[in-house]
């Protein structure tokens, strides 16, 4: 099992639905660390830069807008297989075919305000982390637990 590091963001209508909490809470149980977090009011530049291989997608202008219309909290998780198990608990991309148990079969109702956004592979997460965070931005430190989430 190999110690990955993902970009999750809890997205503008989380934030204001005042769903971080819970989010955030979900993803501590787990046991992921947190190794970086920031509140941030995205530039349209940013959020072209983070969406860009959907370029031309119908969807595309929209999710700029949403990702721009208000702040969001960027982070970057470490875990034991990260990226997949944050994409599990996010569940599927629309809120109406994820399951319940998920965050967005849980929290969302529509694909459009789908409540929160993780890396999909290894590529992605070195893209976007580089994208969102200044290395110096990114923390080191040794939690108490983690003797209790490796063998
Ligand atoms: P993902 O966030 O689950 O990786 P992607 O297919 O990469 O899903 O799409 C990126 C984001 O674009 C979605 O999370 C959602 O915010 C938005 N999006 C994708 N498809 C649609 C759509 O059909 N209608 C509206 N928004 C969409
Ligand atoms: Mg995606």
Do not use: C
């Amino acid at each position: 099992m190999e110690k990955e590091r993902t970009f999750v963001m809890i997205k503008p209508d989380a934030v204001q639905r005042r769903l971080a909490g819970e989010i955030l809470s979900r993803f501590e149980k787990k046991g992921i660390k947190i190794i970086a977090m920031k509140l941030v009011s995205v530039s349209k530049e940013l959020a072209e830069k983070h969406y860009e291989i959907h370029k031309g997608k119908p969807f595309f202008k929209p999710t700029v807008k949403y990702i721009t219309s208000s702040p969001v909290i960027a982070m970057v998780l470490e875990g034991n297989n990260a990226i997949e198990m944050v994409r599990g608990m996010m569940g599927k991309t629309d809120p109406q075919k994820a399951k319940l148990g998920t965050i967005r079969g849980d929290l969302g109702q529509f694909i459009g305000r789908n409540i929160v956004h993780g890396s999909d592979s290894k590529e992605t997460a070195e893209f976007e982390i580089n994208l969102w965070f200044k290395p110096t931005e990114i923390t080191k430190y040794k939690r108490i637990d983690e003797q209790w989430l490796t063998e």
